[in-house]
């Protein structure tokens, strides 16, 4: 659905040149929810308004839906960007216009027919829950209601993506939730493609499909969110993902040296289905080594629920490798973390 193959970006800062984009790809299937995770600086804002063309890339492509944006201009450009909906950080909503006014403000500057535009402005105000709200103005809503007209706005021409830049950044934990499920909700009925960008880790495990996480203009890793939360690969996202971590730090237990010796810290990941089953219990049972729970989190990336434990065996070598081995035969994921 989305293609940006090649892509730099260079800015001119006084006498230097800043490159933003470093020769970026990035593939985004047809109803995906898509997150770009970066800390600030690495290029996040600069890459989502490469999508829209909102900033034109120095070298590289963009394909939405098979037809170069970076071949078009002027109208024909204006005419392929109505399939592209964007929100924002700050909602950048028109303050001298009521909410039904900055819903039907993309229908009319189409020069849709008024009666068209209030059955639409009726619908999508239905549809983001801002019913009795479409009389208002922006100031006397709370930050929520603001993104939900965005949303609402951003949805008017019908696109079939939607860029998300910040979008939650402004606002509280509990109204982060309620914007992200309507998000989660658009994407699923109306078949949306969403493209996000955040530097929060909650952020893209609450509602994406897939990651990519970006560092100094450069994508240094990216995949299923399961496969990249679960099992970081690069510093930055391991950073991250221990920004969502709330369970005890297992490096704590790890000082105390009157610790009897023959001890494996093993880190047991499982996933769906398996969280239901009693599979470390019977496995624990069956092999006869002793074990401590270290650190524990059992918790859900988007629908899946997934169980991460540290576990300290207690045991020779060879006994401790046994119970790996028959963890591992159960189908969990175990990393050796150390042995003393
Ligand atoms: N218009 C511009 N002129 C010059 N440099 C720019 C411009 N826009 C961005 N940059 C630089 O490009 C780099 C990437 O900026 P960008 O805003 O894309 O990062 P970001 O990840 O979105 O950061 P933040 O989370 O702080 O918004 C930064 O070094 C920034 O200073």
Do not use: W
Request: net charge negative; with cysteine.
């Amino acid at each position: 659905m989305i293609k940006l193959s090649g892509i730099r970006k260079d800015y001119q800062a006084g006498r230097g040149t800043i490159t933003a984009l470093d020769t970026l790809n990035l593939e985004v299937g047809r109803g995906e929810i898509f997150g770009v995770i970066g800390h600030s600086g690495a290029g996040k804002s600069t890459l989502i308004r490469t999508i829209n063309l909102l900033e034109r890339p120095t070298d590289g492509t963009v394909h939405i839906d098979g037809i170069e944006l970076t071949a078009l201009n002027g109208r024909r450009l204006q005419q392929e960007r109505s399939n592209i909906g964007m929100i924002f950080q700050h909602f950048n909503l028109l303050s001298s216009a009521t909410v039904a006014e900055n819903i039907a403000f993309p229908l009319s500057l189409s020069k849709a027919p008024r009666a068209e535009i209030e059955r639409r402005v009726r619908e999508l105000v239905g549809l983001v829950g801002l019913e009795g709200q479409e009389n208002k103005y922006p100031a006397q809503l709370s930050g929520g209601q603001k993104q939900r007209v965005g949303i609402a706005r951003a949805l008017a021409t019908n696109p079939k993506v939607l860029l998300c830049d910040e979008a939650t950044s402004a606002l509280d934990p509990q109204t982060t939730k309620s914007i992200l499920s309507l998000l989660l909700e658009i994407n699923r009925e109306l078949g949306i493609t969403i493209v996000l960008i955040t530097h929060e880790m909650a952020v893209i495990r609450s509602i994406c499909d897939r990651v990519a996480v970006l560092d100094g203009g450069r994508i240094v890793e990216s995949g299923a969110v399961a496969d990249v939360f679960l099992k970081p690969q690069h510093p930055t996202t391991r950073e991250f993902v221990a920004q969502t971590e709330d369970a005890a730090d297992a490096r704590l237990i790890d000082t105390d040296d009157s610790k009897p010796r023959d001890r494996t810290r093993i880190r047991v990941t499982f996933v769906g289905e398996q969280t239901y089953e009693p599979v470390l219990y019977e496995t624990m049972r069956d092999t006869g080594v002793p074990f401590i729970i270290l650190q524990g989190t059992v918790s859900r990336l988007k629908e899946t629920p997934y169980g991460q434990l540290v576990l300290e065996l207690k045991g020779s070598g060879e006994e401790t490798e046994r119970a790996v081995l028959a963890l591992r035969n159960r189908g969990l994921d175990v990393e050796v973390m150390d042995h003393a």
